[in-house]
């Protein structure tokens, strides 16, 4: 897995070295969490919340089992269709896992503040760059899934399953009436090897 974690780590710094000319112009700065809380999706992959799950258990007792609970309370809320704040969003609008935050909130920026009328907007070769990292992410986790933060996490949680993904197993029937209901997608289905 660390030989996986240092690849991850190598998608993110190449998409932030490539895009960093396009976001010198962003008006994003430290306390702004509109992103975190009105802009949609935090798609990861199962990589990813391996890795936010390491950091989790690495929390002290109190702030885990805060967190475990606004991970449950957010999942039912998303599968009820609501949109809400990232529940690693602490009350000062700081990420508590930002070294570990997955792609979905790497990629994101805005050139302009943004509000319900005005959602974030990007340069066009920063999210060409994005979907291409993405793709990047689903070939490095070719045996894993991509799917809402608070998704994945929870498939995470289920023994068999991670029991499976860290045999470096694929078994899609284990998951599938869960990821057709909740859009999980299947990474080896998404990119060309």
């Given at each position: 897995m660390v030989s996986e974690f240092d690849e991850l780590?190598?998608?993110y710094d190449r998409f932030a070295a490539d895009?960093?000319?396009y976001r010198t112009e962003a008006a994003c700065a430290r306390g702004c969490a509109f992103c975190c809380t009105d802009a949609g999706r935090i798609d990861i992959t199962t990589l990813e919340g391996l890795r936010i799950r390491r950091i989790m258990a690495g929390l002290l007792r109190n702030r885990r089992v805060?967190?475990?609970k606004s991970l449950k309370q957010e999942f039912k809320k998303r599968e009820a269709g609501l949109t809400v704040p990232c529940p690693?969003?602490?009350k000062n609008n700081a990420c508590m896992i930002y070294e570990a935050r997955p792609f979905a909130c790497r990629r994101v920026y805005s050139l302009h503040?943004?509000?319900q009328a005005r959602p974030p907007l990007l340069?066009?070769?920063v999210m060409q760059l994005g979907?291409?990292?993405v793709a990047a992410l689903q070939r490095l986790d070719t045996h894993g899934y991509t799917g809402h933060i608070s998704y994945i996490l929870h498939m995470l949680d289920v023994p068999r399953f991670l029991?499976?993904?860290l045999a470096g197993q694929f078994k899609p029937e284990e998951v599938m009436a869960f990821g057709k209901g909740h859009g999980i997608v299947i990474n080896k289905r998404m990119v060309q090897p």
């Open positions: 780590n190598a998608i895009s960093a000319p805060a967190l475990e690693f969003l602490m503040r943004c509000s340069h066009r070769q979907t291409e990292a029991e499976t993904y």
